[in-house]
């Protein structure tokens, strides 16, 4: 099973909702977001104006960067699917892909909060949250859209998918063929890839030709700089000082074409 | 009050998530994963509570609340609602964060500053009732009761606007919702079909939606946006006309960029065109149509060319609109917008709108307007009282109406006219409930000088918004989520499903804090103190609701054991009724002195120099009302001006530079916004969201955020129909680091 989540953007108004309710869910700070809505254009898309909306989370990848990067310590953890009942036993440090769901996850008591795993992500999905203290880590714990676990678990949706108010959202089971989301894929719904990545994003897009056009024009996430993303989380688990000045150099985000002053509304000139 | 600390420059350092960290303990989950007390435990095992109907804008969806520990922390849509079902937009999302807005009104407030530059004490309930009742008495005894004007806005204000309306007997009140929004439209379509229009367009079932102006996307009507995208989705062709590529024109077939205050003569054009080619609806309008020879004759000169050069649009595109209505008419939704106060002609295209749907025979049938068929409730409030007519401002010294064809109340020039000159006579009593005269009616420092004139001003609000610094007594208002008052009743949206319709009541989803207090409480308590209290129609709200709802047959208790809506069968609504007309020519306002037809009336164009300021809405604000909500400021900070990417470049501006504006009668905005530069709009017009910039300091979210657009809508123009008024008549430059910069000329 791989969850996977289709934005359709035939549908998407931008209107926001499923921003809102995502915070409201998940107690998510003012100021960062497990998803986000961009607008991108008017803009002239080989002769035709077109305007359209990037709405964007966790790309719960197939391959994901982050997961690599968490210097926490490992430990050996077993995972149950939901169904069948097999378990597996897998060494992981404070982030995984569960092997079951194909979800991206964190464990909070175990995160030290250095912000690697934000700094690798070249969609900026990840943030610190700073309201998230503990013995482990006085700056924050990593946070993220989780495809909201906890309650697909109970049979209930996705709070965004739930509140979205055009059903522009789409949540399932990308490994089952007759699954809805795997309908979007074989109409031609795809993730945003970074320029040379391979990371095979599984919330994915579709819509109108100039529309998909301008929004995979726009967004260019770039892979970051493991070396960099590396000697910091090295220092991080090492030295806590120093990690705090690395940390506010580190958290602005490598992908900074995403980061806006004005967030919420952001286009790319063409 | 801590006078440096902004709210917001705290927020810059640490979150003020109002909701704390749930104290959960460590449980183990299916992946045999130890939890952490720092996993947000989400909502979704949370007690549940029903019967909350939204306010945060109008269209008003019903709600449910998740409560943790005795406090809302998410307000979601009620599944049972055939209306929204689960889903709320933004703002519904964001109601949390206003119904614990620190900056939220909680205390009766006495100005003991001055009107204008406030200094708030804290007063008793007793007191502020006191002096709100013996103050309004005192101007009634004085200059008469017409001598109170009320601004009403909301679902509350209606009690506190009957009572002053119907048994004080002042005639002067000012509904936004009307007279700067869409009184303009209600009346020109009862000139037309004999009834409001409202957005009754079947856009689900329809083959051609016509949009003019309407931008869905940038507002959001929630069920609204479902049935729009229903239609879309089921193949209907989308039609947008409009000077900029907005929210709709992005999902459009056909996107008409047309010059700003010409879209009477594109209507005209268009029906003249299909007259011409035998292309109109004949049977329909043989067998409903009325003065349709005379309507004809009167419209013959407007040639797809003649539009085509004065809308600024080509022959082939006005031509291509005709065919592809006439080609899917009747099922062709032609909708009649919402917000319509634009530039002062705003009647006659209101009209035209009105006669194109008769002309395509799209009334009453499968994708055309179709007014559903709704239960009926009661209207339980304070009764007519008997009072002369002599006080009516919209009468002329020959004692004929001046605005023939107002929607209720008194038109808001008239009364802000009255109030400056004393004549024909003083206004000297201000009752604001739930509105922003500052942020919503064209010339602010007019307004400021209206009520600085008054003997007394009070304010009743949940925020305090621009408009509360010049209350002499500031009450503090129980919100949407803390109370009863409206009934919503309707049907299901999509016409082709099963016919339903639903009664549904709003209740509280959370207890009232602080000593905020409900309509029903204040309105009485002031009406005791005026001596009219053997009129009180109701003791408290639940009250007014209950006897409301038995007139459904139904209760509070009903409805609560019902998931907060009962649901029962509904009825086909696709029934043109016997005694339906439409009134191409219509001879009752020829006679009044207006065109009896449509007629298009050209409006001024910018000074050399200057663009058009047009303004419209953004997805996350509900005008200026929600602008200081944290999670909806966040997602729109501030608003930016769309200007034409061409022309930014020869102005020297780049996208994301901050910028101010001058207008045509050099005033400044107070603030600054961002550009955003974009072919997607005329070289003639700049375009902003509305409802920024507040002035109000106690707004701490909001204060200085954007630009406040009314600021800058100095010149007031009028409908001379409705006395409605029409605000894109204004015109700006750019200021940029203190330099005023010239728009260059669109041609």
Avoid at chain 1, 8 to 17: I, M, S, T, Y
Avoid at chain 2, 28 to 54: D, F, M, N, Q, Y
Avoid at chain 2, 357 to 385: C, D, F, M, N, R
Avoid at chain 2, 391 to 399: A, F, G, M, T
């Amino acid at each position: 099973m791989q969850y996977g989540m289709i934005i359709d953007l035939e549908r998407c108004v931008g209107c926001h909702a499923c921003t809102i309710a995502c915070k409201a869910e998940w107690e998510v700070p003012v100021e960062f977001g497990r998803n986000w809505v961009y607008r991108m254009g008017p803009a002239m898309v080989e002769n035709e104006m077109a305007s359209t909306y990037y709405p964007g989370l966790c790309n719960h990848c197939n391959d994901p960067v982050c997961v690599p990067e968490c210097p926490a310590d490992t430990v050996d953890m077993t995972f149950t699917d939901a169904k069948s009942g097999k378990t597996e036993t897998i060494e992981v440090a404070a982030t995984w892909k569960d092997p079951f769901d194909g979800t991206v996850q964190i464990d909070k008591s175990r995160c030290i909060g250095c912000g690697a795993c934000a700094d690798a992500c070249p969609y900026n999905a990840r943030y610190i949250n700073p309201d998230q203290l503990d013995d482990v880590s006085e700056d924050g714990k990593a946070d993220k859209c989780t495809y909201c676990k906890p309650r697909v678990e109970a049979g209930s949706d996705p709070a965004c998918v739930q509140t979205c108010i055009t059903g522009a959202r789409i949540f399932g089971d990308l490994d089952d063929p007759d699954s809805e989301v795997s309908k979007y894929v074989k109409k031609g719904a795809k993730g945003i890839e970074p320029e040379g990545g391979e990371l095979g994003p599984n919330s994915r897009y579709f819509g109108k030709k100039k529309d998909m056009a301008l929004l995979f024009n726009s967004q260019k996430p770039e892979l970051a700089d493991l070396n960099q993303v590396r000697r910091r989380a090295m220092l991080a688990s090492m030295v806590k000082p120093a990690m705090k000045t690395i940390k506010n150099i580190g958290l602005l985000g490598v992908v900074g074409v995403m980061v806006a002053k004005h967030a919420g509304d952001k286009e790319i000139k063409e | 009050m801590a006078f440096n600390l902004t709210r917001r420059k705290f927020l810059q350092s640490a979150s003020l998530a109002a909701v704390a960290l749930p104290l959960s303990k460590a449980v183990a989950s299916e992946s045999g994963i130890k939890r952490s007390p720092h996993e947000s435990k989400g909502s979704l095992k949370e007690e549940t509570v029903v019967g909350g109907i939204c306010e945060m804008c109008f269209w008003r969806c019903q709600l449910v609340g998740k409560k943790r520990d005795d406090r809302l922390v998410k307000i979601e849509g009620n599944p049972k609602s055939v209306d929204n079902g689960s889903s709320i937009c933004a703002r519904g999302n964001a109601g949390i964060k206003l119904l614990y807005d620190p900056d939220r009104l909680k205390y009766p407030l006495k100005n003991v500053g001055e009107r204008g530059n406030p200094k708030w004490k804290r007063i008793s309930w007793k007191e502020a009732l006191d002096e709100c009742g013996g103050k309004l008495k005192a101007v009634q005894d004085k200059y008469g009761s017409q001598s109170i004007s009320v601004f009403p806005h909301g679902s509350t204000a209606k009690y506190p606007m009957h009572f002053f309306e119907r048994t004080v007997g002042t005639p002067n009140v000012s509904e936004a919702s009307f007279f700067q929004c869409r009184g303009i439209r209600d009346t020109a379509y009862l000139a037309t079909i004999g009834k409001a229009p409202g957005e009754k367009v079947d856009m689900p079932n329809a083959k051609v939606i016509f949009l003019l102006g309407g931008h869905f996307g940038e507002n959001v009507h929630v069920s609204h946006v479902k049935s729009y995208i229903k239609g879309l989705q089921n193949g209907a062709k989308l039609v947008v006309v409009d000077p900029r590529y907005s929210a709709s024109a992005a999902k459009s077939d056909i996107w008409v960029q047309i010059k700003p205050g010409t879209d009477t003569a594109f209507l005209l054009a268009i029906m003249n065109y299909l007259i011409k080619n035998k292309k109109h609806a004949e049977d329909f309008i043989d067998e409903y149509g009325d003065g349709f020879e005379e309507f004809a004759a009167g419209i013959k000169e407007w040639t797809l060319e003649k539009a085509a050069k004065e809308c600024d649009v080509p022959v082939a595109q006005i031509k291509e609109v005709a065919d592809l209505l006439a080609a899917n008419a009747p099922s062709v939704s032609i909708h009649p917008g919402r917000h319509v106060s634009w530039y002062g002609n705003d009647f006659q295209r209101q009209r035209s709108l009105a006669c194109l749907t008769g002309v395509l025979g799209a009334y009453y049938v499968k994708g055309g307007w179709v007014p559903a068929i709704g239960p009926k409730v009661g209207k339980t409030s304070w009764e007519h009282k008997e009072h002369e007519e002599e006080h009516n401002l919209n009468l002329n010294s020959d004692e004929e109406l001046i605005y023939p064809y107002t929607p209720p109340g008194t038109p808001t020039e008239l009364i802000r006219d009255a109030a400056l000159t004393g004549k024909p006579y003083p206004i000297k009593g201000c009752v604001i409930w739930g509105q922003n005269p500052i942020q919503t009616i064209p010339g602010q420092e007019k307004m400021k000088k209206v009520l600085k004139q008054m003997d007394f001003v009070m304010c009743v609000d949940v925020m305090p918004t621009d408009v509360t610094m010049w209350a002499d007594i500031l009450l503090p208002e129980v919100s949407y989520l803390e109370r009863y008052d409206y009934i919503k009743t309707g049907t299901q949206w999509d016409f082709a499903e099963e016919h339903q319709q639903y009664i549904s009541a709003r209740m509280p989803l959370a207890a009232p804090m602080f000593e905020r207090k409900d309509q029903v409480y204040i309105t009485n308590e002031i009406a005791i103190r005026m001596g009219y209290e053997k009129d009180i129609p109701v003791k408290s709200v639940e009250e007014m609701v209950d006897k409301n709802l038995k007139v459904a047959g139904l209760s509070l208790a009903q409805l609560k054991k019902e998931e907060g809506i009962h649901i029962r069968e509904g009825k086909n609504p696709y029934n043109i009724p016997e005694d339906f007309e439409v009134v191409f020519y219509n001879e009752d306002l020829e006679d009044d002195g207006f065109p009896g037809v449509p007629t298009y009336i050209p409006v001024e164009q910018p000074p050399a120099g200057f663009a058009r300021l047009l303004y419209g809405r953004v997805p996350v604000h509900t005008f200026n009302r929600t602008q200081n909500n944290v999670w909806l400021n966040k997602a729109m900070p501030s608003n930016p001006v769309w200007l034409n990417d061409e022309l930014a470049g020869k102005m020297g501006l780049a996208d994301g530079d901050e910028v101010g504006f001058i207008n045509q009668e050099g005033v400044k905005s107070r603030t600054t916004t961002i550009v955003k530069t974009t072919p997607g709009i005329r070289k003639d017009s700049v375009y902003m969201g509305h409802g920024y910039g507040s002035a109000n300091p106690l707004m701490s979210v909001g204060v200085n955020a954007g630009v406040d657009d009314t600021s800058l809508i100095t010149k007031i123009t009028v409908d001379p129909e409705t006395g409605a008024h029409g605000m894109r008549n204004n015109f700006v430059k750019f200021i940029k680091d203190g330099k005023v910069i010239d728009i260059p000329s669109a041609a």
